[in-house]
Protein backbone atom coordinates (compact mmCIF):
# COMPACT_ATOMS: atom_id res chain seq x y z
CA UNK A 1 0.00 0.00 0.00
CA UNK A 2 1.60 3.28 -0.60
CA UNK A 3 -1.39 5.85 -0.77
CA UNK A 4 -3.81 5.83 2.61
CA UNK A 5 -6.75 8.02 2.37
CA UNK A 6 -8.64 8.39 5.57
CA UNK A 7 -12.08 9.65 4.57
CA UNK A 8 -14.17 7.25 7.01
CA UNK A 9 -16.02 9.85 9.00
CA UNK A 10 -18.80 10.31 11.25
CA UNK A 11 -20.72 13.37 13.06
CA UNK A 12 -23.25 13.47 15.74
CA UNK A 13 -24.60 17.14 16.17
CA UNK A 14 -25.70 18.22 20.10
CA UNK A 15 -25.02 20.48 22.14
CA UNK A 16 -22.42 19.66 24.90
CA UNK A 17 -24.79 19.64 27.39
CA UNK A 18 -26.65 16.89 25.64
CA UNK A 19 -23.83 15.19 24.14
CA UNK A 20 -23.39 11.65 25.22
CA UNK A 21 -20.38 9.92 26.57
CA UNK A 22 -21.20 7.38 24.58
CA UNK A 23 -21.91 9.49 21.23
CA UNK A 24 -18.46 11.19 22.17
CA UNK A 25 -16.74 8.50 22.11
CA UNK A 26 -18.16 6.68 19.31
CA UNK A 27 -17.39 10.19 16.78
CA UNK A 28 -13.91 10.15 18.32
CA UNK A 29 -13.41 7.27 17.25
CA UNK A 30 -14.43 6.14 14.49
CA UNK A 31 -12.53 9.94 12.82
CA UNK A 32 -9.39 9.95 15.06
CA UNK A 33 -8.70 6.47 16.78
CA UNK A 34 -9.86 4.71 12.84
CA UNK A 35 -7.02 7.31 11.51
CA UNK A 36 -4.76 6.31 14.23
CA UNK A 37 -4.78 2.80 13.52
CA UNK A 38 -4.43 2.81 9.65
CA UNK A 39 -1.58 5.18 9.87
CA UNK A 40 -0.05 2.23 12.13
CA UNK A 41 -0.53 0.07 9.68
CA UNK A 42 0.45 2.09 6.75
CA UNK A 43 3.88 3.39 8.16
CA UNK A 44 6.19 0.10 8.04
CA UNK A 45 4.96 -0.68 3.77
CA UNK A 46 5.93 2.68 2.56
CA UNK A 47 9.06 3.16 5.05
CA UNK A 48 10.16 0.01 3.32
CA UNK A 49 8.96 1.54 -0.01
CA UNK A 50 10.40 4.93 0.48
CA UNK A 51 7.29 6.26 -0.81
CA UNK A 52 3.73 6.75 0.47
CA UNK A 53 1.40 9.40 0.69
CA UNK A 54 -1.40 9.86 3.62
CA UNK A 55 -4.81 11.23 3.36
CA UNK A 56 -5.92 12.26 6.55
CA UNK A 57 -9.70 13.92 5.58
CA UNK A 58 -10.38 16.96 8.54
CA UNK A 59 -13.04 19.26 8.06
CA UNK A 60 -12.82 23.10 8.45
CA UNK A 61 -14.85 22.15 11.67
CA UNK A 62 -11.46 21.39 13.36
CA UNK A 63 -10.50 25.15 13.37
CA UNK A 64 -14.30 26.61 12.69
CA UNK A 65 -16.56 24.84 14.82
CA UNK A 66 -20.64 25.43 14.61
CA UNK A 67 -22.11 25.10 18.07
CA UNK A 68 -23.56 21.39 18.60
CA UNK A 69 -20.14 19.87 16.76
CA UNK A 70 -17.98 19.34 19.65
CA UNK A 71 -17.09 16.07 18.91
CA UNK A 72 -16.62 15.93 15.46
CA UNK A 73 -14.55 19.40 15.58
CA UNK A 74 -12.89 18.19 18.52
CA UNK A 75 -11.81 14.90 16.29
CA UNK A 76 -11.02 16.59 13.66
CA UNK A 77 -8.83 18.73 15.33
CA UNK A 78 -7.00 15.18 16.71
CA UNK A 79 -6.74 14.42 13.03
CA UNK A 80 -4.81 17.65 12.12
CA UNK A 81 -2.42 17.54 15.14
CA UNK A 82 -1.67 13.92 14.26
CA UNK A 83 -1.11 14.86 10.73
CA UNK A 84 1.62 17.32 11.71
CA UNK A 85 3.07 15.01 14.07
CA UNK A 86 3.02 12.21 11.67
CA UNK A 87 4.65 14.29 9.26
CA UNK A 88 7.40 14.82 11.80
CA UNK A 89 7.97 11.05 12.02
CA UNK A 90 8.09 9.50 8.48
CA UNK A 91 8.67 12.18 5.60
CA UNK A 92 12.56 11.33 5.59
CA UNK A 93 11.12 8.14 4.42
CA UNK A 94 9.75 9.49 1.59
CA UNK A 95 5.96 9.33 3.05
CA UNK A 96 4.00 12.22 3.07
CA UNK A 97 1.50 13.02 5.45
CA UNK A 98 -1.63 15.75 5.24
CA UNK A 99 -4.78 16.81 5.72
CA UNK A 100 -7.90 18.05 3.46
CA UNK A 101 -10.32 20.34 5.61
CA UNK A 102 -13.32 20.39 3.26
CA UNK A 103 -16.13 23.30 3.65
CA UNK A 104 -19.48 22.63 2.74
CA UNK A 105 -19.69 19.98 -0.08
CA UNK A 106 -22.59 18.61 -1.58
CA UNK A 107 -22.80 15.15 0.29
CA UNK A 108 -25.16 13.49 2.04
CA UNK A 109 -22.66 14.76 5.45
CA UNK A 110 -24.04 17.70 5.66
CA UNK A 111 -27.73 18.42 6.72
CA UNK A 112 -30.79 19.37 3.83
CA UNK A 113 -30.79 22.85 6.02
CA UNK A 114 -27.01 23.94 5.03
CA UNK A 115 -28.28 23.43 0.89
CA UNK A 116 -30.56 26.56 1.23
CA UNK A 117 -30.82 29.45 -0.84
CA UNK A 118 -29.91 31.27 2.33
CA UNK A 119 -27.12 29.40 3.54
CA UNK A 120 -25.59 30.01 -0.16
CA UNK A 121 -25.40 33.96 0.45
CA UNK A 122 -22.83 32.91 2.93
CA UNK A 123 -20.46 31.08 0.41
CA UNK A 124 -18.18 33.13 -0.81
CA UNK A 125 -18.84 31.03 -4.29
CA UNK A 126 -22.41 31.00 -3.64
CA UNK A 127 -22.19 27.07 -4.16
CA UNK A 128 -21.58 23.89 -2.55
CA UNK A 129 -18.51 22.08 -3.17
CA UNK A 130 -18.48 18.66 -5.35
CA UNK A 131 -16.82 15.91 -4.21
CA UNK A 132 -15.02 15.77 -7.38
CA UNK A 133 -13.19 19.05 -6.16
CA UNK A 134 -11.91 17.88 -2.83
CA UNK A 135 -10.71 14.05 -4.78
CA UNK A 136 -8.76 16.11 -7.40
CA UNK A 137 -6.65 17.37 -4.14
CA UNK A 138 -6.25 13.83 -2.64
CA UNK A 139 -5.13 12.81 -5.80
CA UNK A 140 -2.26 15.28 -6.43
CA UNK A 141 -1.25 15.21 -2.76
CA UNK A 142 -0.98 11.18 -3.97
CA UNK A 143 1.04 12.16 -6.67
CA UNK A 144 4.82 12.46 -7.08
CA UNK A 145 4.68 15.80 -7.57
CA UNK A 146 3.61 16.24 -4.37
CA UNK A 147 6.01 14.99 -2.38
CA UNK A 148 7.51 18.49 -1.03
CA UNK A 149 4.22 19.05 0.90
CA UNK A 150 3.96 17.12 4.25
CA UNK A 151 2.65 18.23 7.63
CA UNK A 152 0.07 20.59 6.30
CA UNK A 153 -3.90 21.19 5.93
CA UNK A 154 -4.97 22.07 2.71
CA UNK A 155 -8.73 24.06 3.10
CA UNK A 156 -10.79 23.35 0.00
CA UNK A 157 -14.07 25.42 0.81
CA UNK A 158 -14.41 27.93 -2.10
CA UNK A 159 -13.42 30.97 0.40
CA UNK A 160 -15.85 30.05 3.13
CA UNK A 161 -13.54 30.83 6.03
CA UNK A 162 -10.93 33.29 4.66
CA UNK A 163 -13.30 35.62 5.71
CA UNK A 164 -14.53 36.91 9.13
CA UNK A 165 -17.95 35.86 8.56
CA UNK A 166 -17.21 32.72 8.22
CA UNK A 167 -20.65 30.77 9.29
CA UNK A 168 -22.47 33.68 10.29
CA UNK A 169 -24.95 36.25 8.86
CA UNK A 170 -23.49 37.64 5.24
CA UNK A 171 -22.21 40.92 5.36
CA UNK A 172 -23.13 43.17 3.29
CA UNK A 173 -20.66 46.53 2.11
CA UNK A 174 -22.95 50.11 1.98
CA UNK A 175 -21.79 51.64 -1.53
CA UNK A 176 -19.13 53.91 -1.34
CA UNK A 177 -18.15 53.62 2.19
CA UNK A 178 -14.74 55.05 3.34
CA UNK A 179 -12.97 55.67 6.55
CA UNK A 180 -10.18 58.05 6.89
CA UNK A 181 -8.58 58.42 10.53
CA UNK B 1 3.63 -8.51 21.15
CA UNK B 2 4.92 -9.84 24.58
CA UNK B 3 8.69 -9.70 25.12
CA UNK B 4 10.38 -13.54 23.99
CA UNK B 5 11.92 -15.09 27.33
CA UNK B 6 15.55 -14.30 26.88
CA UNK B 7 16.38 -13.74 23.26
CA UNK B 8 19.69 -15.14 22.12
CA UNK B 9 22.21 -12.47 20.85
CA UNK B 10 21.10 -14.25 16.94
CA UNK B 11 17.42 -13.42 17.61
CA UNK B 12 18.27 -9.85 18.25
CA UNK B 13 20.90 -9.41 15.56
CA UNK B 14 18.22 -10.46 12.74
CA UNK B 15 15.71 -8.10 14.44
CA UNK B 16 18.26 -5.20 14.34
CA UNK B 17 18.69 -6.17 10.24
CA UNK B 18 14.78 -6.66 9.44
CA UNK B 19 13.88 -3.42 10.88
CA UNK B 20 16.45 -1.11 9.53
CA UNK B 21 15.33 -3.58 5.87
CA UNK B 22 11.30 -1.68 7.24
CA UNK B 23 12.91 1.42 8.20
CA UNK B 24 14.08 1.06 4.08
CA UNK B 25 17.37 0.36 4.49
CA UNK B 26 18.94 -1.73 1.05
CA UNK B 27 19.21 -5.26 2.81
CA UNK B 28 22.42 -5.90 0.95
CA UNK B 29 24.23 -2.95 2.33
CA UNK B 30 23.28 -4.33 5.78
CA UNK B 31 27.15 -5.10 6.71
CA UNK B 32 28.75 -4.36 10.39
CA UNK B 33 31.15 -1.62 8.73
CA UNK B 34 28.21 0.06 7.15
CA UNK B 35 28.13 3.83 8.54
CA UNK B 36 24.46 4.55 9.56
CA UNK B 37 24.53 7.33 7.39
CA UNK B 38 25.14 5.58 4.08
CA UNK B 39 22.10 3.08 5.31
CA UNK B 40 20.25 6.75 5.68
CA UNK B 41 19.61 5.76 8.99
CA UNK B 42 19.26 8.42 11.17
CA UNK B 43 18.45 9.11 15.85
CA UNK B 44 14.62 8.90 14.61
CA UNK B 45 15.57 5.13 13.11
CA UNK B 46 17.64 4.32 16.35
CA UNK B 47 15.01 5.61 18.66
CA UNK B 48 12.35 3.65 16.32
CA UNK B 49 14.40 0.39 16.85
CA UNK B 50 14.79 1.05 20.53
CA UNK B 51 11.19 1.15 20.57
CA UNK B 52 10.53 -2.62 18.67
CA UNK B 53 13.38 -3.96 20.68
CA UNK B 54 11.67 -3.28 23.93
CA UNK B 55 8.59 -4.11 22.99
CA UNK B 56 9.76 -7.56 21.12
CA UNK B 57 12.77 -8.38 23.76
CA UNK B 58 12.18 -6.12 26.68
CA UNK B 59 15.41 -4.60 26.41
CA UNK B 60 15.47 -1.37 27.75
CA UNK B 61 17.43 1.00 24.93
CA UNK B 62 18.88 4.17 26.54
CA UNK B 63 18.68 6.56 23.20
CA UNK B 64 22.26 8.35 24.04
CA UNK B 65 24.14 5.06 24.15
CA UNK B 66 23.98 5.51 19.78
CA UNK B 67 24.58 9.09 20.41
CA UNK B 68 28.32 8.76 19.22
CA UNK B 69 27.76 5.65 17.04
CA UNK B 70 28.68 5.93 13.50
CA UNK B 71 28.54 2.46 12.00
CA UNK B 72 25.98 -0.33 12.31
CA UNK B 73 28.33 -2.77 13.71
CA UNK B 74 29.53 -0.24 16.40
CA UNK B 75 24.72 0.02 16.89
CA UNK B 76 24.82 -3.81 17.35
CA UNK B 77 27.46 -3.97 20.04
CA UNK B 78 25.83 -1.28 21.80
CA UNK B 79 22.25 -3.15 21.64
CA UNK B 80 24.27 -6.55 22.40
CA UNK B 81 25.96 -5.00 25.57
CA UNK B 82 22.21 -4.27 27.28
CA UNK B 83 22.17 -8.60 27.25
CA UNK B 84 24.73 -9.16 29.66
Known amino acids: MLVLVNNAGARHDRLVQGLSKQDWARIIDVNLHGAFHTIQRAIRPMSQKRFGRIINVSSISATRPQPAQAAYAASKAGVEALTRTVAQEVTRRGVTVNAIAPGLVDTDFIPESLKSADAMRVLPARRLGEPEEVAALASFLASEEAGYISGTVITVDGGFTAGLGAGGRSWRPKAETSSDA | ?84
Do not use: C, H
Not at chain 2, 7 to 30: M, N
Open chain 2, 1 to 84: MEPTATPSRDQISARIVSALTEFGAEPDKLRPEATLEELDVDSLDLFELGQILNEEFGIEVDPQDFEDLTTLGQAEAAILSYLK
